[in-house]
Nanobody, 126 residues
Framework: QVQLVESGGGLVQAGGSLRLSCAAS????????MGWFRQAPGKEREFVAA?????????YFADSVKGRFTISRDNAKNTVFLQMNSLKPEDTAVYYC??????????????????WGQGTQVTVSS
């Protein structure tokens, strides 16, 4: 198991930027797929981005954020980042960090992750 703590959320105007961080406990951080998900009020939790390190970095993005968000990780600091640019009001949600040991599964599915952070609120005003 790994403990996850998100930070960096807040209130920003449309068109602005935020960077979320997720700090993970444990010594085997590099063995985990790290994902970001979000949940808006009244909606299901949805995939935002994921990153895997297996000798090289592989990243995945939801179509709704492609070209605006980037995901990165610092394995030495056990931290994953979500850089969010050109934010839109529809990006408003609680953002969650998630982790699962690297394997063969759909990284876009919430049900495949077994470690979750507490979430951080992102609010984008119009």
């Amino acid at each position: 198991q790994v403990q996850l703590v998100e930070s960096g959320g807040g209130l920003v105007q449309a068109g602005g930027s935020l960077r979320l961080s997720c700090a993970a406990s444990g010594r085997t951080f590099n063995m985990y797929t790290m994902g970001w998900f979000r949940q808006a009020p009244g909606k299901e939790r949805e995939f935002v981005a994921a990153i895997i390190w297996s000798g090289s970095m592989t990243t995945y993005f939801a179509d709704s954020v492609k070209g605006r968000f980037t995901i990165s990780r610092d394995n030495a600091k056990n931290t994953v980042f979500l850089q969010m640019n050109s934010l839109k009001p529809e990006d408003t949600a609680v953002y969650y960090c998630a982790a699962k040991l690297i394997g063969t599964y759909n990284v876009r599915s919430t049900t495949n992750y077994d470690n979750w952070g507490q979430g951080t609120q992102v609010t984008v005003s119009s």
